[in-house]
């Protein structure tokens, strides 16, 4: 790749706290790729803003902030003057260059030692996925020069191999070593849905007890909150991250890519710019929370799939994962039925999730919740063979919110994903109504008339107090019951129904608000970074070397403490 193209990369580090003392590093690479020259510069936020180079494909603007606030921030630039091949390459090299110690690091703390034990069923999945790239390229060769949609496939892939040469060339121990499949699978938030094809597959794609169902450790993610204030002064859309705490390397992004449509050329895409939070090396969100330029913002939290007659939809071929296909439709959808319907193409069926799409175009202040127009909000649910998406703006006119915790709201979705057994078996924490967390929403939404009040919602827990985080446990209560989880304060000696309810290390990793007001502030959300805390709740910070399961889960160049402020990040 790097002898089809010259290529230049501009990089800005900001490497210390106060704007007066931080340096820009330009790198030009040529077409050998061993040609890197270093400029400062005393201005960064002014050069990366409005220096023109017309030999620069890429910019990145890197403000290396983890340590003081939880988060790295990142802004990567492209120039239009080049094809969108060579943005997209150009935008995925300079991350992986500039940012390669933190890819490592994420890589080892999540992935490193997945297969450990499970040789076979890796080599399966690696089996599957290499089938499906087969079947991409195939695809990506005949459509992409014809289709828009195939075109923004190809730039997504020709992201992530620039990222993955970047990287190597930022490399220079063979410890640390990373090949273009490990860029991939830290892409991949599909994988532990494939492994669970695999397994049914072997079990003649027939349920299992769902008692011992692995997915019952309650491995699905996030909540969400769509909250438009009674008297329309502002909506508020909000989303936590639930995780295992191993995965709290993170970083904020803004891309701003100057790609084009194959069917217009002129014509620059309506999503060609967004921020979102994320990890390093992933070049989505995988939490997964967008603010785009054309005006939505598109969220999702996991529902799973419990039904394993479903798996048998998953192909390696003629499926497109879904992570790839919800940044095409960021980038390409105009609205939430346009998003929807590129979504829905190629349905994968893994990674299975209600994504939520706010056309911020239609909401306009002071319109009370009753009032909004049509479109506003669009919902669409994924499972294996099936997605259903509808216009869902009636219940914010109805209830004057959106919930969303990892439940199907459409009856057909929820009964085709194998939930019914679930809640016969366990009881309401597996039904839509009556989950601790829509009770919580539901009884505690009204209180919701700020900025702030909306993040003490999203981070709210008070699971020893609140009769609503009750369960048949001993103790008689859980941490996952709140809004944002911390699991990690469950006794580890206590009883639990099913494991999710248990002692772990998982929870709520983070919390990330926007409103109208922020977004025409220049795409702006508020995010805090880490699990919640909470003093007068008897929620304490959480902390590494407090937990027992510090020398189990891997948490390379984390802090120890975890008591971050919330931020609101002014981006170039």
Known sequence: MMARWRLLFTAAFLISSSWADRQLYVFTVGEDGDVVQQVETDNPIKYFKTVQDSNVIAKALLNPTYKET???????????????????????????????????????????????????????????????????????????????????????????????????????SPKTVLRVQDIHLLNNPDLSDIVEVIKARKNNFTNIDPGKDPKVLGLLRCSAL?????????????????????????????????????????????????????????????????????????????????????????????????GVRSMVANRLARN?????????????????????????????????????????????????????????????????????????FFEDVFNKSGNQPMVDKFGDWFTYDRTPRALIFKRDHVKVDSLKSMLALMRYNDFRNDPLSACDCTPPYSGENAIAARCDLNPRNGSYPFPALGHRSHGATDAKITSQTLILNGLQFLAVSGPPFNLTNGIPPFQWSKTDFANITRHVGHPDLWEFKPIIHIWS
Request: charged fraction near 25%; include cysteine.
């Open 70 to 172: 939880g988060w790295d921030i990142i802004e990567i630039k492209t120039n239009e003057a080049f094809t969108d091949e060579e943005q997209a390459y150009a935008a995925g090299y300079v991350e992986g260059k500039v940012t390669h110690d933190a890819i490592y690091r994420h890589w080892y703390n999540t992935l490193e030692d997945i297969c450990r034990d499970q040789e076979k069923i890796c080599e399966e999945v690696e089996d599957f996925v290499k089938t499906n790239l087969k079947w991409l390229r195939r695809g990506m060769d005949a459509y992409s020069n014809s289709s828009d949609y195939w075109h923004q496939v190809k730039l997504y892939y020709t992201q992530l191999e620039g990222m993955a040469d970047g990287y190597s060339s930022a490399n220079s």
């Open 226 to 322: 769509i909250k438009v204030l009674p008297d329309g002064r502002e909506m508020y859309a909000a989303q936590d991250t639930w995780s295992e705490y191993g995965s709290m390397l993170r970083f904020q992004k803004k891309y701003d890519f100057a790609f084009h449509n194959i069917s217009n050329p002129q014509e620059v895409i309506p999503g060609r710019a967004m921020t979102f939070s994320s990890y390093p090396g992933v070049i989505t969100s995988g939490d997964d929370f967008y603010v785009i330029s054309s005006g939505l913002v598109t969220m999702e939290t996991t529902i799973g799939n419990s039904n394993a007659s479903l798996w048998r939809y998953v192909k390696p071929e003629k499926q497109i994962s879904e």
């Open 336 to 408: 939430g039925r346009e998003w929807s319907e590129i979504f829905s193409k190629f349905n994968s069926g893994t990674y299975n999730n209600q994504w939520m799409v706010v056309d911020y175009n239609k909401f306009k202040k002071g319109t009370k919740p009753e009032d909004l127009p049509d479109e506003l909000l669009w919902i669409a649910e994924q499972i294996p063979g099936y997605i259903r998406s509808e216009d869902m703006t009636s219940v914010l006119r109805k209830q004057g919110y959106w919930p969303s915790y990892n439940v199907a």
